[in-house]
């Protein structure tokens, strides 16, 4: 926290420090890296004084409009007004931006069947390409996430001991939202679990990471993950690149929305009430609420328009009485 640049540089040092002290780390990281983007961009400024003019804190925000989502923005600018009150504390003139309004305009893309069948099929090819045991992470948690509904974080956490194999479940003991659950596996995905263990040489470890990083006791990184994904996806020819700064675009994140949009459908087609299975997949899923589920029946009708009118008219029937997604 030594490395600022700006007219505030010291009093930036001083309130960082003093967030390290109430923040979980994760969170300050967070603020760090936020705080030290805006520092840097002072700095370009050439200002010398210690004054954060409206003119300064606009043009940070356009800054930062150019490259990330609207409610990226939004949590940034938040971050800043901290810090400015913190400045006004000390007897520092500052403008105080307001927020900007965010809407969720996410729309996951959720993979078809055929392209389903074309992932599973090149993880598969390269997994059995030769070189280390870690050749297999990618494909098994494509797997997880895909047959499970898991968040990727969640299953990067996952130890052998949280898996039962008697039972075919997995623990979530880390889960976002601190909402612990056990998870149940089709027989054919505990049999697939099972060998991998046994290939990653875990199976007798009950401490042991599913999927281990490159440094001892670490997990593998989400990047590396996404990266490997997203070779997958173009060897499989179903790769679309993003177009808007911000997106998300096909990654990791989407198998969760399609076994999201797969397990409503196939309830609907089972005969059973929506209204009664989607209460249900809400706690499956790990959310707070079911307005956290309803985004996540978000997607293209191009691609299941046999499924649009069902979801929609779930959606109007019920998460309007929640106040619908922001």
Not at 97 to 117: A, G, L
Not at 129 to 145: D, H, I, K, Q, Y
Request: hydrophobic share 35%; with cysteine.
């Amino acid at each position: 926290m030594s490395d600022f640049r700006s007219a505030v540089a010291k009093e930036l040092g001083e309130y960082l420090s003093i967030r390290k002290m109430t923040l979980e780390p994760r969170s300050f990281q967070i603020d760090l890296h936020t705080l030290g983007d805006f520092d840097s961009f002072f700095a370009e400024c050439g200002a010398t004084s210690k004054s954060v003019t409206e003119e300064l804190a606009n043009g940070w925000i356009a800054h930062l409009k150019k490259k990330n989502h609207s409610r990226t923005v939004s949590n940034k600018v938040s971050c800043l007004r901290c810090f400015l009150r913190f400045l006004r504390y000390c007897g520092i003139t500052v403008f105080m931006p307001q927020c900007p309004k965010w809407h969720e305009d996410y729309v996951p893309y959720i993979f078809t069947d055929t392209e389903m069948e074309m992932i599973f099929r090149h993880s598969d090819a390269a997994a059995l390409g030769g070189g280390s045991a870690r050749r297999f992470e990618t494909t098994m948690l494509v797997r997880l996430l895909y047959g499970c509904g898991l968040r990727h974080g969640e299953a990067l956490k996952l130890i052998r001991s949280d898996v039962d194999f008697k039972r075919g479940t997995l623990l979530l003991r880390q889960p976002k939202n601190k909402k612990q659950r056990i998870i149940p596996m089709h027989q054919s995905l505990t049999d697939m679990l099972m060998q991998y263990c046994a290939a990653m040489g875990v199976f007798d470890k009950p401490d042991a990471l599913l999927f281990p990083g490159e440094k001892p006791d670490s997990a593998a990184s989400m990047g590396d993950m996404r990266t490997g994904f997203r070779k997958i996806l173009k060897a499989a020819k179903v790769y679309t690149p993003t177009e808007k700064p911000g997106q998300r675009g096909q990654c990791l994140h989407c198998l969760r929305h399609v076994f999201a949009v797969k397990s409503f459908a196939q309830a609907e087609q089972n005969g059973r009430s929506t209204t009664d299975s989607v209460p249900y997949l809400s706690v499956y899923l790990g959310h707070f609420d079911m307005d956290g589920t309803e985004k996540y029946l978000k997607f293209s009708s191009d691609i299941f328009p046999e499924h649009t009118k069902m979801f929609e008219a779930y959606s109007a029937g019920v998460f309007s009485v929640f106040g619908g997604a922001e």
